[in-house]
């Protein structure tokens, strides 16, 4: 085990060293933030301090090296923006994504599975391939779209939740969290279910495909011939079974809705990560985004690792080095 986690991080810094000189190189080669930083009536001299102060005058090579050294230790750099640093900007944000994030892939992992099992399980009648048609929509309907649908309809129409925000938070060692109060889940309710139908229907189907399959199987049909109950075959042989891929998927799922919720918290402004990023390139505050895509690649590693030693866990038979002749 340690000797494949010691693989697993050599293989991450190599990862994280080709991201950095791909982001670097794709945010720093566009635009111009002194353009929206400046304003147009500025002295051409005041102008060419803050270029110099920003370390914009250097060539693209050298800019990245400095990025380098300085990522090394620790510094991402500062906001253009803001005049911060980068990564604190972005640890400020994070618990109000980590929050919304963490309520959608529960709804995935409660809804997801169980739906799955029933659909699998009654995939010849009525009921499983009800669920079955109606998790296409969940894949059909654009995430935006569907935002917007939800607060016509639950905020306008009906008036039953508020519309954008997160609420008030409550701190809970040290990190302000919202689902602490009524008001708190009547504001992540819309965004956390629009974030999940996707995820849902993913799970949904890989689960009902799994169960299907399971039930083919001599195992399986060994159980039912011993006359083990229904239900201890679904929990012990089936569902034991199928969880190795929706363990994968749900694992890269989580790091997924964490770098790619920019649209969810964009049409219900929602304070997190994905809103920051959206105003950063809107800004052209490069060190954010480029701080933003190496931190949410640093998340990916992390999970990816955490993943792969579930399977030990899960599945005896999974051997995370290869045995030695």
Request: hydrophobic letters at 55%.
């Amino acid at each position: 085990m340690a000797l494949f986690i010691v693989r697993r991080l050599l293989q991450s810094l190599l990862v994280l060293l080709a991201v950095s000189v791909v982001v670097f190189c794709a945010v720093y080669a566009i635009g111009d933030p002194i353009e929206l930083l400046v304003s147009p009536d500025v002295a051409q001299a005041e102008r060419d301090a803050l270029i110099a102060r920003l370390g914009l005058d250097l060539p693209l090579w050298q800019q990245y090296g400095i990025f380098l050294w300085r990522a090394l230790h620790g510094d991402l750099g500062n906001s253009f923006v803001h005049g911060v640093p980068a990564v604190q900007l972005i640890l400020q944000r994070f618990p109000a994504t980590l929050e919304l994030v963490f309520v959608a892939i529960t709804l995935t992992c409660v809804l997801g599975i169980s739906l799955g099992l029933v659909a699998g399980l009654y995939r010849d009648r009525w009921l499983g391939r009800g669920i079955m048609a109606g998790s296409i929509f969940g894949f059909s309907v654009p995430n935006f779209w569907q935002g917007m649908v939800f607060i016509l309809l639950f905020a306008v129409w009906l008036g039953w939740l508020p519309a954008s925000g997160r609420g008030p938070t409550i701190e809970a060692l040290g990190v302000p969290l919202s689902i602490f109060s009524a008001e708190g889940w009547r504001h992540i309710a819309l965004p956390a279910v629009n974030l999940a139908i996707a995820n849902i229907a993913l799970v949904l189907r890989m689960t009902a495909s799994g169960v299907s399959e399971a039930q083919s199987q001599d195992y399986v049909r060994f159980a039912r011939a011993k006359g083990i109950k229904p239900g201890r075959i679904v929990r012990r042989h089936i569902l034991r079974n199928i969880l190795i891929p929706v363990v994968t998927v749900i694992g890269m799922e989580f790091g997924t809705l964490i770098a790619y919720s920019t649209i969810t918290e964009t049409v219900f402004s929602w304070p997190g990560m994905g809103k920051l990023l959206i105003d950063s390139v809107y800004q052209l505050d490069r060190p954010v985004i480029v701080a933003y895509v190496m931190l949410v690649t640093l998340l990916f590693v992390i999970i990816n690792l955490v993943v792969d030693m579930l399977y030990a866990v899960l599945d005896p038979r999974v051997q995370l080095l290869e045995p030695t002749a």
